[in-house]
């Protein structure tokens, strides 16, 4: 069904409720996944031991054994990196903000340049800044170390709803125009990022082919195939807490492709995204079309001022 649903949806992408309206059958992706070998990252020892169920790896640290646990390049999980009272601020302060329908039952409120993956193209469009409700969040990032330089671009505020079978389906973030740190701080609720080798069918999927532009410049360089070829056959689980901030970069950015299960969405979920230019729009030939994009990310707006939700 390629038409957009009253839900949001659209072609292959489903929730609850358009899977009842329209008599859609989506198989389960947590079984298909539950058929690879389970592997749970354990964030006190950042590395992963075998095992589906995260809550249960994270509770056995003190028995861990590093010399069985299998490494991950490229995942930064900062526990506690929101106070409770900045998650409960914060939650009400997007809240009082206009959410829009998105895919695969979720909401969103996206601040950000307007972009067209496929084309290549970007324009500046309606993007006017972000809220400065949310400006200590970014500002908060210069205190991590794997942040340095980090400058937000878009900034996408998404709610995951059990009660509409909320997920994302396994994908990789744009290549071509966000770059390599790919952020996200949870405002609300725990989930699990559930990891599996992307092995391309296309170059051009996802862009990747132009991370050979800039794929010397990576914080982590990618993984070689005979390395890439220990996580194969391997589903891997990264517990994201409420209240932390998680990043993906190098090999598990580019290597791997991500999801949020529906069955890991338990409670009412929010989180926000944060993404930032590919070298080519900082100092390189795309440098004079990510300018004007990049002075707007340097606004800061206050409620009821021009409010831009995409």
């Given at each position: 069904m390629?038409?957009?649903?009253?839900?949001?949806?659209?072609?292959?992408?489903?929730?609850?409720?358009?899977?009842q309206d329209f008599r859609i059958e989506k198989p389960s992706l947590q079984q298909q996944f539950q058929q690879l070998e389970p592997w749970s990252y354990c964030t006190q020892c950042q590395c992963l031991y075998a095992g589906w169920d995260v809550g249960a790896v994270q509770s056995q640290h003190n028995a861990h054994d590093k010399s069985k646990g299998l490494a991950l390049p490229g995942v930064l999980v900062q526990e506690q990196f929101l106070s409770e009272h900045e998650g409960a601020q914060l939650m009400r302060d997007l809240d009082a903000l206009p959410w829009a329908v998105s895919q695969s039952g979720r909401r969103k409120q996206n601040f950000g340049p307007k972009t067209n993956f496929r084309k290549r193209k970007l324009q500046l469009g309606a993007f006017t800044g972000f809220p400065a409700s949310t400006q200590y969040v970014q500002q908060r990032f210069a205190n991590v170390p794997l942040l340095h330089n980090f400058q937000t671009i878009e900034q996408c505020s998404l709610e995951y709803e059990p009660s509409k079978g909320a997920s994302i389906d396994p994908h990789v973030d744009d290549c071509w125009i966000w770059g390599e740190r790919v952020v996200t701080v949870n405002c609300l609720g725990d989930a699990v990022l559930t990891l599996?080798?992307?092995?391309?069918?296309?170059?051009?999927?996802?862009?990747?082919?132009?991370?050979?532009?800039?794929?010397?410049?990576?914080?982590?360089?990618?993984?070689?195939e005979r390395e890439l070829a220990a996580y194969k056959g391997k589903v891997l689980r990264i517990p994201m807490p409420n209240l932390s901030l998680i990043v993906l970069y190098g090999p598990a950015r580019y290597q791997f492709e991500h999801a949020v299960l529906r069955e890991d969405v338990r409670e009412r979920r929010v989180c926000i995204a944060y993404r930032e230019f590919t070298p080519m729009y900082i100092d390189g030939k795309d440098k004079p079309q990510g300018d004007g994009v990049r002075a707007k990310s340097m606004v800061f707006w206050r409620v009821p001022e021009s409010i831009n939700v995409q």
């Open positions: 390629n038409t957009i649903r009253p839900c949001g949806c659209k072609g292959v992408r489903t929730c609850l409720t358009c899977e599996t080798v992307y092995e391309p069918q296309q170059v051009s999927k996802y862009n990747l082919d132009q991370v050979r532009e800039y794929e010397q410049s990576l914080l982590a360089p990618l993984l070689p």
